[in-house]
């Protein structure tokens, strides 16, 4: 099915999602970046892909003006601080929306794009690859059963060299990024936990360590979820290469073992000796393509705002806790 797009934003992440949103039907028609370089860089990467080159527009309210009515949707990948009044203008101007992670800088931001999702009726999809991925909604659809029994713990660990490949950029402007690895490549792991537990955590206590950087590189969060169950978090940003990241949900009955991008999904049920693969689930092909089939109707929103607002009330907790040496914080 071809949509209309529009790309706003074509830096590297932008440009990475390109080969798949092209195999699965996006008709780019305009790229607003303000960046001459990288609407440069994009244009050579559609023109590998086949694709015609789209017009540049520096200021989406221009672009938004002028190209709204020729528009299905929009795949927003800017900086973090720009989520909230970009995605906003965009369900305003009658679009649907993909999202690129984290959703918002805060929970006030989350509930305000909330809001004009249900008012203008827009759909409103976050990027995340664990909350898109099959597996991981095999995995949330078997907790919530409760095939597996009780959930007791939640135990996360991911892993990353991102102070260094990350130095020199807005990722580590606190303005701009909302936050250091645990709010980057460490939201993966927040939102999969989020997805996962479908409640809110009642409880959180937080330490950050920035390690001479503007930003937080290494994390440890410990909280309470409004069940009961209890959850780690552990991230480090500053790591040898080739450490992994891995998620455990402790049931009563079994346990999961997965990652933070719903890469894997293997189960151990009480009774067996080893994990097993969970076999006939499709595997997670991009952003894009779930978006399309939710706006086609053919699956329900896998990763909505409101797992975003779960996650980003989870993040104010982090912030606050972490500033007061760890001190718990209710979330509510």
């Not at 528009?71 to 989520?83: E, S, Y």
């Not at 078997?142 to 990353?160: C, D, F, K, N, Y």
């Not at 450490?243 to 990652?259: F, S």
Request: a negative charge.
């Amino acid at each position: 099915m071809t949509t209309r797009t529009a790309l706003i934003g074509a830096g590297n992440m932008a440009r990475h999602h390109l080969p798949l949103m092209i195999e699965a039907g996006a008709d780019i028609r305009v790229i607003c970046e303000p960046s001459p370089d990288n609407y440069e860089l994009a244009l050579d990467k559609l023109a590998e892909l086949g694709a015609p080159p789209p017009p540049h527009v520096l200021e989406l309210a221009v672009m938004l003006e002028n190209y709204a009515d020729e528009l299905d949707a929009v795949f927003i990948v800017t900086p973090h601080n720009l989520h909230h009044d970009h995605a906003k203008a965009c369900l305003k101007a009658g679009l649907d929306v993909l999202l690129e992670k984290p959703m918002v800088m805060n929970a006030q931001e989350a509930i305000s794009l909330m809001e004009t999702r249900d008012r203008t009726g827009g759909r409103l999809v976050v990027a995340f690859q664990g909350g898109l991925s099959p597996q991981i909604r095999h995995a949330a659809a078997l907790i919530a059963s409760g095939e597996l029994g009780e959930l007791r713990t939640v135990t996360g660990m991911v892993w990353q060299g991102w102070k260094e490949n990350t130095a020199g950029t807005w990722r580590q402007i606190p303005k701009i990024a909302g936050g250091g690895f645990l709010f980057d490549s460490g939201a993966h792991m927040l939102n999969t936990v989020c997805t996962l537990v479908g409640e809110d955590f009642a409880t959180v206590a937080a330490w950050l360590e920035n390690r001479g950087a503007a930003v937080d590189i290494d994390g440890v969060v410990m909280g309470r979820l409004e069940s009961g169950a209890l959850v780690t978090i552990n991230g480090c940003g500053d790591c040898i290469p080739g450490l992994y990241n891995e998620l455990y949900v402790n049931m009563t009955g079994g346990v999961i073992r997965t990652g933070m991008y719903g890469e894997r999904l293997l189960i151990r049920r009480a009774g067996e000796t080893e994990y097993r693969d969970v076999d006939g689930l499709p595997a997670m092909r991009g952003a894009w393509e779930q978006f399309t089939q939710v706006r086609a109707g053919e699956i329900e929103n896998p990763c909505p705002p409101e797992v975003g607002l779960r996650m980003a009330k989870l993040w104010d907790a982090i912030i606050e806790s972490a500033s007061k040496d760890g001190m718990p914080v209710r979330t509510y």
